[in-house]
């Protein structure tokens, strides 16, 4: 069966991620990281592709973009294309660098965005300490905290507007908080699969997010949890209690489960 259609609907907002092929490096200096700049640059020049926040790791990246024309799957193609040249000749090498095509979802609420965009510059966390996240130079955080003049592809006024500006952004950022929060079950999908594919990729075992999900009823208070339970329409008190062993058990086999389901508490907290 062929993978669905990627969707680009004219205006929508999307969280995109990509990695490196075999889990690679995509990044090897600022050389690289500053021609990915350009290559946003490119796409919102092109193909009308507004880039609201990213962050560039060693080995994926993430952006928030908003597409007016509807062209995403143009302007993601290009960058790939362009980028692996860049890097293929750089290094005097042949071969793919990226895992495959870009992985997007929709983000479809301003409540959802928010998170979004919390979890992008929150994720070198996994390698620099809290106080040293506003001094990574590779995301949107530091324009966005006025340490950084703006590039003209980057559009800041509609997060700001929404996170409250620089002293918002700072706490929203900051923030460590795991407070069991109602969110909606679209949304919730969304940080799921984002989270799966960035750790697990395509080769992901069956059931995986149902798995996620279940896990996630561990996590969540009552509050936070109900919509979740409904969802996974359990037949009974039983059911759901034998459902809950084989997720926890999965989770001893498949470490990289720890890490999506911290990664979607996170990104929904």
């Not at 969110?183 to 990729?201: F, T």
């Not at 999900?213 to 008190?237: C, H, M």
Request: proline share 4%; net charge positive; with cysteine.
């Amino acid at each position: 069966m062929g993978r669905p259609l990627r969707s680009s609907a004219v205006g929508t907002w999307f969280h995109v991620v990509n990695r490196g092929a075999a889990r690679a490096d995509i990044f090897l200096s600022d050389r690289d990281r500053v021609e990915f700049g350009r290559l946003l640059g490119v796409a919102h020049d092109r193909f009308e592709v507004n880039v609201h926040a990213y962050c560039l790791m060693g080995n994926h990246y993430h952006v928030l973009v908003e597409t007016p024309a509807g062209q995403l799957s143009e302007a993601m193609h290009h960058i790939g294309g362009v980028y692996a040249r860049h890097l293929n000749e750089r290094l005097g090498r042949d071969g793919p660098v990226f895992r495959g095509r870009y992985f997007g979802r929709p983000v479809l609420s301003p409540d959802y965005l928010i998170r979004v965009v919390r979890y992008i510059h929150r994720n070198p966390l996994s390698f620099v300490d809290a106080s040293d996240l506003e001094a990574y130079r590779w995301s949107s955080l530091r324009t966005y905290l006025g340490y950084r003049r703006r590039p003209v592809w980057l559009r800041t006024e509609v997060v700001s507007e929404l996170t409250g500006g620089v002293d918002g952004m700072r706490a929203l950022v900051g923030s460590s908080a795991r407070a069991p929060v109602a969110i909606g079950a679209s949304d919730l999908a969304c940080a799921i699969d984002v989270l799966i594919d960035e750790h697990l990729g395509d080769a992901h075992p069956q059931g995986v997010a149902r798995t996620v999900k279940t896990l996630l009823l561990d996590r969540l208070l009552p509050s936070g949890s109900g919509e979740l339970r409904a969802e996974l329409r359990f037949p009974s008190v039983n059911a759901e209690r034998s459902a809950r062993s084989r997720a926890r058990r999965r989770l001893r086999e498949v470490p990289a489960l720890e890490q999506i389901v911290e990664g979607v508490v996170d990104l929904v907290a």
